[in-house]
């Protein structure tokens, strides 16, 4: 079992930058495919990005390629995403989740069976 809190959120106006941090409890983080997903007021939570157990692979949603970066640092047990040229479509709550299932499910939220409680990025006009 893994327990996850996201950290990193916050206000920042149209074209500015943030890095999320996902700090895992547990001495068997880099046996999970970790992810970011987002959830806007009013619609469905949706995959961003993940990242395998090595670090090796890594995958995007088409409207963040280019822009933002998943990381992890399997000997701090953090997961990270560094997110830049920020829009206001990117306003939703983040969380990160945890998976032991096969890379190839990741961008599936039932894939992941811990989430942690979400932190808010607010990106103004």
């Known amino acids: 079992q893994v327990q996850l809190v996201e950290s990193g959120g916050g206000l920042v106006q149209a074209g500015g930058s943030l890095r999320l941090s996902c700090a895992a409890s547990?001495?068997?983080?880099?046996?999970?495919?970790m992810a970011w997903f987002r959830q806007a007021p009013g619609k469905e939570r949706e995959f961003v990005a993940a990242?395998?157990?090595?670090?090796?692979?890594?995958d995007y949603t088409d409207s963040v390629k280019g822009r933002f970066t998943i990381s992890r640092d399997n000997a701090k047990n953090t997961l990270y995403l560094l997110m830049n040229s920020l829009n206001p479509e990117d306003t939703a709550i983040y969380y990160c989740?945890?998976?032991?299932?096969?890379?190839?499910?990741?961008?599936?939220?039932?894939?992941?069976?811990?989430w942690g409680q979400g932190t808010q990025v607010t990106v103004s006009s």
């Open positions: 989740a945890a998976a032991s299932r096969a890379w190839g499910t990741h961008q599936a939220s039932g894939s992941y069976a811990y």
């Open positions: 990242i395998s157990r090595g670090g090796v692979s890594a």
């Open positions: 547990g001495r068997t983080f880099s046996t999970y495919v």
